[in-house]
């Protein structure tokens, strides 16, 4: 039997959808890392790093994206949900964007992932 889905924002798999990850502490440098989205949300993000996430991760957490089809760059502040040996890591987000920003980035989501 499948267990009900409790999440209350769906979740979408936007195809070749990029994003940089900048890990900013006002002790140490700032790491920028690069990943895949694997899915999105309207309360946060699934990320595929392309090399792997320091150890340390008590740090602001910074997600741009830039959407394949406009070039619209999207950015949004984040904290660590959990980090896997696979090299994903799950973001929820801490700032909420202009509920418009959010609402037409996630429109342009939805168009990528419905392309697969």
């Known amino acids: 039997m499948m267990e ?26 700032t790491i920028n890392l690069e990943g895949e989205v694997v899915d999105i949300s309207h309360t946060g993000v ?3 790093l392309k090399e792997s996430m320091p150890i340390s991760v008590d ?3 910074r997600i741009t994206f830039l959407l394949p089809e406009s070039g619209i760059p999207f950015s ?3 904290i660590l949900k959990h980090h896997n040996n696979s090299g994903e890591l799950g973001l929820h987000y801490m700032d909420c964007p202009v509920v418009e920003a959010l ?3 996630m429109f342009e989501c939805i168009k990528l ?3 697969r």
């Open 4 to 29: 009900a889905e409790r999440r209350q924002s769906p979740r979408f798999n936007p195809e070749g959808l990029k994003a940089s990850i900048i890990l900013d502490s006002p002790e140490q440098d």
């Open 46 to 48: 699934k990320i595929k």
């Open 59 to 61: 740090r602001k957490i």
């Open 76 to 78: 949004i502040s984040g």
């Open 103 to 105: 609402d037409s980035f």
């Open 113 to 115: 992932a419905k392309h």
